[in-house]
């Protein structure tokens, strides 16, 4: 099956080779976890490694700060836009959600000029803003999501979670139902040390890796790594060591 490959080294296995196209696929993670820098590395190599126009629909308050992170790995944005192969655009929930209501707006256009085939959404946790009531919140995202399906667009949408270790918090994940693919960025102590591991909870309508792998972000971007062989209990966010476990069985039978 043809697959949307995000060329993130050790990312595209754990996807059973990459997204599906034109689906929407959810990334979240706690601050500081690499979600832009997955969604823009996303954007970057559909760019330069499949020749495929993007999209950065960004709602940051800093523009610069935006393209001063891209640079620190390399990945030159304003060039890449001068050349008519990427767009940045930095707005409001309010203002993008009335462009996809309307007929021909900003993304449909930016869409059709520039053959733009993938998205990235940063982040979808800003539609929050635009609603106190759930269902309205979730009409809108399943709308929006909709919308850039129908574009035929491959979409990155991050999310933040405040949970910096342990389990998903149990708020509205209606989220998690409505987009294809769902990856959970997420700290993890062991031996006293802060590492990130990621985990594929959902891929629709395809195999996908079911371990939990390490991930780190370098000068050159995210790149997904072992498996966290010998420890169990990493999404608690304080792994154990099997031994440990064998060590207590051991002591205490
Ligand atoms: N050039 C670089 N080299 C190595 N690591 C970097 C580099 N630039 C940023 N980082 C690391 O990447 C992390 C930030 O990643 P990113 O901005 O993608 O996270 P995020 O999940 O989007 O955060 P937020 O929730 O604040 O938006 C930082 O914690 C930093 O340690
Ligand atoms: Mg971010």
Redesign the pocket.
Known sequence: MERVKTGIPGLDDMLGGGYLPQSANLVE????????????QFIYNGIVQYNEPGLIITF?EFPQQYYH?AE??GWDFKKLESQGRLKVIMTSPEVTRHDLESVGGMIETVTAEMGVRRILV??LSQFERLTTDPMELRSLQYGFINALKREGLTSVL?R?SLMLFGQQEDNENSLAFVADSYLL?RYVEIESAIRKAMLVLKLRGSDHAKDIRQFE???RG?EVKSRFEGHEGIMSGSPRRMSDYFEEAFLKG
Do not use: V
Not at 29 to 34: S, Y
């Open positions: 993670g706690a601050p500081g976890t690499g979600k832009s820098t997955l969604g823009m940051e992170d620190s790995f940063d982040s991050t933040e960025l972000i370098t000068p995210l």
